[in-house]
DNA sequence: CGGCAAACCTGCGAGC
DNA sequence: TGCTCGCAGGTTTGCC
């Protein structure tokens, strides 16, 4: 799913779509997603105006006129369609919520795997335990190497389960966290706590500069993500070790290592259940 | 408290 | 063609 990328690239179409307009109606088809929607879920936003349409992390938060806000979480394949009304037709498999606007537009939240959520919060939605404890945005200026060092503490734990924690660093998933380690030369089984000041203001350029040249991109498409109007995103593309596995390591090649030297094959392991893909030449 | 595996659920591609 | 198996972008829970 969707990481920050994706989840940026979803909120600017719902940002369009919604802004500024009411909505007419919320319909909803099935409610045992992760967690039950709120009872009061569709009566609470129907005529409400949306003010406003964020993201902290990976979730998209929708201001409504009356100062109630609308979580939002796309889970691992959490998808939202937008089209006009003239276009809709009706629900699809795994529609679960669907906004209805009053100027006809239509936004329906589909997720096939039903890990996404949907949750109701007031104005002191920071307050909310999905928020609390949340470490800073990447892509603002506040994110430096001093901070991310602070926030990876003395922990042990290896650096890349270290970076899939959104109390570190909010936003990041599988694909970036593996990306931005490769791009920083650091190793993903090194100690968090052991990151040097030099090595994490490497770290925190090249988390900035993934996410943003993946926003850029509309985000990566594999398997079920794909933005709202149905286009694919195109960061995939552009993957240095994510899904390329046994494959050259670019990096290491363009350094003039010869591209039959074995070392520089990008190897995949699993760490804490999750693959890790990296280059052990680079990485070390 | 910190660290980690498992569970949540469906779909898809690979291999037989 | 059709089956089974393994794997998938996240978060939370509960165990050690």
Redesign the pocket.
């Known amino acids: 799913?969707?990481?920050l990328p994706?989840v940026e690239t979803v909120r600017r179409a719902l940002s369009l779509a919604l802004e500024g307009g009411v909505i007419r109606s919320v319909e909803i088809r099935r409610n045992?997603l992760?967690?039950p929607f709120p009872e009061n879920l569709a009566a609470a936003m129907r005529e409400q105006k949306v003010k406003s349409v964020f993201r902290r992390?990976?979730?998209i938060l929708m201001a409504l006129g009356d100062g109630q806000h609308v979580a939002l979480?796309?889970?691992?394949?959490g998808r939202v369609r937008i089209m006009d009304g003239k276009d809709w037709a009706g629900p699809a498999?795994?529609d679960h919520f669907i906004i209805h606007a009053a100027d006809g537009k239509v936004a329906a939240l589909n997720d096939?795997?039903?890990?996404g959520?949907v949750f109701l919060t007031s104005d002191e939605w920071e307050a909310h335990?999905?928020w609390n404890s949340m470490g800073p945005e990447p892509l603002d200026t506040g994110f430096s190497a001093s901070v991310l060092r602070k926030r990876l503490?003395?922990?042990?734990?290896?650096l890349k389960?270290?970076l899939?924690?959104?109390r570190v660093v909010a936003?990041?998933?599988?694909?970036?966290?593996c990306e931005a380690l490769h791009m920083a030369g650091l190793s993903p089984f090194s100690?968090?706590?052991g990151v040097s000041a030099v090595e994490s203001e490497r770290l925190v350029s090249a988390i900035k500069d993934v996410l943003s040249r993946a926003i850029d991109a509309g985000?990566?498409?594999?398997?079920?993500?794909?933005q709202a109007n149905g286009e694919t995103?195109y960061f995939?593309f552009a993957f240095s070790v994510?899904?390329r596995e046994a494959e050259f390591c670019r990096k290491c090649v363009s350094n003039g290592d010869s591209a039959e030297n074995e070392s520089c094959r990008i190897e995949?392991v699993?760490?804490?259940?999750?693959?890790t893909f990296y280059c052990p030449r680079c990485q070390s």
């Open positions: 799913m969707p990481e994706e045992d992760r967690i992390g990976k979730y979480h796309l889970g691992m394949s498999k795994h096939s795997r039903r890990f959520m335990p999905a503490g003395k922990s042990s734990r290896p389960l270290a899939l924690d959104q936003g990041l998933g599988n694909i970036y966290v100690p968090a706590g985000g990566s498409t594999l398997r079920d993500y794909s995103g995939q994510y899904d995949r699993v760490q804490s259940g999750r693959s």
